[in-house]
């Protein structure tokens, strides 16, 4: 039998903890909140940043790794949309799989989506760099820190401001997007290699074909490319009406941001001049060689917003994961105190510079392995969430409101067989990584957590979430 939540009326707290936690205010409505979620999957900045690790690897492969992460991701989606509507709560995959799953459950999960949340606004703000060397030549990781800070600032701020301001750094996301597709697909090469099973250039300019393994083991940076669409679920607070808004974000989400990368990938992958030039990345050597010189500044400049843009929504997105952990007393309590603090717009202030400061240090850590241990973090947590949709029609959740996913069991029981294939095949190197900070996270909770589960690690929802 799993640990179960208790209600969080039954907490038997120190009259010093009983304080009732200060909740969010409902804010946004589904274009914003998808505004807000697609800035965090960045689409442009993934596409130029993210998207050449694959062309290295996998070649003309790329697109269709990417093709079978989206319909992976897609089953992921459908177990998002039906926890999050079962259970809005800032607290996002930690939340629902705890409310379902059990406490240690719920830990695990926070634990690898607090590694994603730290690590992916660094590996984004890192290629800013390179999109600025049109105008100017700075330092990659300093670079990347200085994003970082300014997004942890802008971070402060209300958030139905920053859905307006991400929203018009979007816009030009899209319009670089655009930009590179309609360039690739002008200058199709016949000669273009096969996207079904792709090859990759080898040493001293051979060529190989990519194998089914290849392609398996570069599904964990597939699954990173489009995993902002399940950040939803942060918001779902703050969402208006979550029960009817928390799925229409998901999946709107999802669906524009794979066609807004996958388009252009395509588009890149049949108008390289050759394989070489598609595997060393060089996004926007390419788009110059297509067009001219003033075009390919235009588009680079556009991903160097869009990645500050990033920056800017994964700060928000990620500092409510710990203002819901310290509403729901996952630390000691002077820092849930400060991690649960609201300041003046109404931004769980503390808790932004938690999540910014560090990503400003990690800027100065090899960039691939931030990726790497990245995509092992993502596959772990869709797993779990995959195992909790299986419990999410037993008890009373059976009758609850919420959106519910078609196909269920059959979805999440496939979408469970496949991520643990997929685990098998990633690389070694961030498997231990991700699974060393998972081994200390399970022991605080044995040690610390587990001894105090009256007054410890109770998972809340908001009061005013609709049923």
Not at 182 to 198: C, E, K, M, Q, R
């Amino acid at each position: 039998m799993t640990d179960t939540l208790r209600p969080p009326q039954t907490v038997a707290a120190p009259a010093a903890e009983a304080a009732a936690p200060q909740q969010l205010k409902r804010s946004i409505g589904v274009v914003g909140g998808t505004l807000l979620t697609l800035s965090c999957v960045t689409p442009a900045s993934t596409l130029f940043v993210i998207v050449p690790e694959l062309f290295s690897s996998i070649g003309s492969a790329t697109a269709l790794a990417i093709a079978i992460g989206t319909v992976l991701c897609v089953a992921v989606a459908f177990c998002y949309s039906e926890l999050g509507t079962l259970i809005p709560s800032a607290g996002g995959e930690y939340a629902m799989v705890g409310t379902l799953a059990g406490r240690l459950m719920g830990w695990l999960v926070f634990v690898l989506s607090l590694i994603v949340v730290m690590i992916v606004p660094s590996v984004i703000a890192l290629g800013t760099a390179d999109y600025l060397a049109p105008v100017l030549h700075l330092d990659k990781a300093m670079t990347g820190a200085a994003v970082m800070l300014a997004a942890t600032l802008a971070g402060l701020l209300d958030l139905r401001a920053n859905a307006w301001i991400t929203g018009v750094f979007l816009v030009l996301e899209v319009i670089a997007a655009g930009v590179v597709s309609v360039l690739g697909f002008a200058h199709t090469n016949s000669d273009a290699p096969s996207l079904l099973h792709g090859v990759v250039t080898g040493d001293g300019g051979a060529t190989t074909t990519v194998s089914v393994g290849a392609i398996v083991g570069a599904l964990g940076i597939a699954l990173f490319i489009t995993q902002g669409f399940s950040t939803a679920v942060y918001l779902s607070e703050e969402l208006e009406n979550p029960r009817r808004n928390v799925s229409r974000t998901v999946l709107w989400t999802l669906g524009i941001s794979s066609a807004i990368i996958l388009v252009p990938v395509v588009a890149i992958t049949v108008g390289a001049p050759d394989l070489q030039t598609l595997a060393s990345g060089d996004i926007s050597g390419m788009v110059t060689a297509w067009s001219n010189s003033a075009v390919g500044t235009f588009i680079s400049l556009c991903v160097a917003l869009a990645i500050i843009n990033a920056g800017i929504v994964m700060v928000i997105q990620n500092s409510r994961v710990l203002f819901a952990s310290a509403r729901d007393k996952a630390w000691p309590e002077p820092v849930n105190k400060a991690f649960g603090t609201l300041g003046r717009f109404g931004s769980p202030w503390i808790a932004t510079l938690a999540v910014g400061l560090p990503g400003a240090a990690l800027c100065f850590v090899k960039g691939e392995l931030l990726s790497n241990i990245t995509g092992v973090a993502v596959t772990g947590m869709y797993l779990l969430v995959a195992i909790a949709a299986l419990l999410s029609r037993r008890g009373h959740h059976k009758h609850a409101s919420a959106w519910r996913m078609p196909l269920w069991p059959a979805v999440p029981v496939v979408l469970i067989a496949v991520l643990v294939y997929v685990m098998t095949k990633l690389d070694t190197e961030p498997l231990l990584w991700t699974g060393g900070i998972t081994a200390a996270a399970t022991l605080y909770w044995l040690f610390y957590l587990r001894p105090r589960q009256d007054t410890r690690w109770v998972i809340s929802l908001p009061e005013d979430q609709q049923d």
